[in-house]
């Protein structure tokens, strides 16, 4: 059964603030993705990853990073916390197969910014 | 460009009742769609995808590509089945990145 974990369930940081969110997957997949998920704006993709040290911007990098150092753990950063990125973060990984391409999702991280 | 478009923001039905969640998409080729589930404080989860041809929980859902839609339906809906339902496409082959319509939240009343 596929386990992806994030770190914190409750996240309050302060305007300016560098913040960490990590998220770990125990299946071996080589795809990891964050997305924030807002009312009324559903899923929306930040970063994601095909394999270790490697990145690709989604729709909504701005004010994001990410790090990818082992194959399980994929960390979100933001540089200087702002209210706006106040939100839902959600975790989710799956792997490089041919056919159906299912996520698998963590539980998120609410992180306010005040 | 790869769309998906669900009008409905909020459903809300009896039980007993059939319910039907509505997605359109946009994608130039041949897409894989999949409807996500999230019940009230659990994650997100897979609910079906289309190449499966599969009932989950008593709800269809079938690839319409003349009308471009992935309708999500139910004959009889159940308390349970209240959560946030979300369509989703992409490209064929496991690599592809998921999008994701805004969702629907369905209400299933007593």
């Known amino acids: 059964d596929v386990k992806v974990t994030q770190s914190s369930r409750y996240l309050v940081k302060r305007t300016g603030e560098k913040v960490f969110l990590e998220c770990v997957q125990d299946?071996?997949?080589?795809?990891m993705f964050w997305y924030r998920q807002d009312p009324g704006l559903g899923l929306r993709l930040i970063y994601f990853?095909?394999?270790?040290?490697?990145?690709e911007k989604g729709d909504i990098p701005e004010g994001y990073s990410v790090s990818r150092e082992k194959k399980e753990r994929f960390s979100l950063i933001l540089e200087s916390a702002s209210t706006n990125q106040t939100s839902m973060y959600l975790c989710?990984?799956?792997?490089?197969?041919?056919?159906?391409?299912?996520?698998?999702f963590g539980p998120g991280t609410r992180l306010t910014v005040l | 460009a790869q769309r998906v478009t669900q009008p409905e923001k909020l459903l809300s039905v009896f039980k007993g009742a059939p319910v039907e969640l509505k997605c359109n998409y946009s994608?130039?080729?041949?897409?894989?769609l999949f409807w996500y589930v999230q019940y009230s404080r659990q994650r997100l989860q897979l609910l079906l995808r289309?190449?499966s041809r599969e009932s989950i929980k008593g709800f269809t859902a079938d690839l319409n590509k003349g009308e471009t839609s992935f309708h999500l339906k139910k004959p009889f809906a159940q308390e349970e089945d209240s959560a946030m339902y979300y369509c989703?496409?992409?490209?064929?082959?496991?690599?592809?990145?998921?999008?994701f319509g805004k969702g629907t939240k369905l209400t299933v009343n007593p």
């Open positions: 989710a990984s799956s792997l490089i197969s041919g056919g159906a391409n299912t996520q698998y």
């Open positions: 299946m071996d997949h080589e795809n």
């Open positions: 990853s095909y394999d270790v040290k490697m990145k």
């Open positions: 994608y130039s080729g041949s897409p894989e």
């Open positions: 289309h190449i």
């Open positions: 989703a496409l992409s490209g064929r082959g496991g690599s592809e990145k998921l999008v």
